[in-house]
């Protein structure tokens, strides 16, 4: 299978494209680190650096991608947030996350899509989109990504399949980068690994809802399964 990641360079992301090196399947990955700043053992797969913030930029990736041929799936995990209230945040950094978490992945979709028919299309959402106060923008930005998905998967339906996957808190450290002090509920954290891997078990599943929620109970599961086949 031929899989497009975007947010590869760390987190959620570079799980999912170890996952899917791993066990064979061609992948197209994308982040915002250059080449010489990825991990030592990342993933001997193709790879375009990309500031998802830059319009610009996502226009050239899509490109990219769209040559290399058909896609089975694409896996759009970047995101970017600050972990702060409203009055703190500056025009400059609520336009980054806006572009970044949404009109990327708009843009990408709609580049995509022939490459992508008969496919699957992930969304990596949050639990944030139900509301998270302390992170508005960022909250707001999957909130709006959940409506997209949501009706991407209603037009779609019945050529490519559209699934937006909404993951809890993940150990991933982007909650430190975002500015968000450790407390006792880093604890209850999803292990980034399992995850990933229940992020695209739900994807590639023959059935299953437009919008689905991957927490602690998901990740078990998926991991109890797994273990017993």
Known sequence: MVWFVT??????????????????DTVLASGRRALAELPADFPDCAYLPCDLADLAAVMQLAEW??????LHAAVLSAGAGFYRPLAQET????????????????TLAHALHP???????????????????GMPVYAASK????????ALAEEWRGRTTVRVLHPGPVATGMSARAGRNPDFADRLFLPPRQTAAALLSA????RGADRQTVSFLRVGLHRLVKGAA
């Open 115 to 133: 490459v992508l028919s008969g496919g699957r299309l992930g969304l990596i959402g949050s639990v944030a989109h139900k509301g998270a106060a």
């Open 203 to 206: 994807l590639g599943a023959p």
């Open 7 to 24: 947010g590869a360079s760390s987190g959620l992301g570079l799980e999912m494209v170890r996952i899917l090196a791993a066990r064979g």
């Open 91 to 106: 025009p400059d950094a609520m336009a980054r996350v806006l572009a970044t978490n949404l009109n990327a992945n708009i």
């Open 65 to 70: 991608v769209a040559g290399q041929g058909p």
């Open 143 to 150: 909130a709006a990504l959940d409506g997209f998905g949501r």
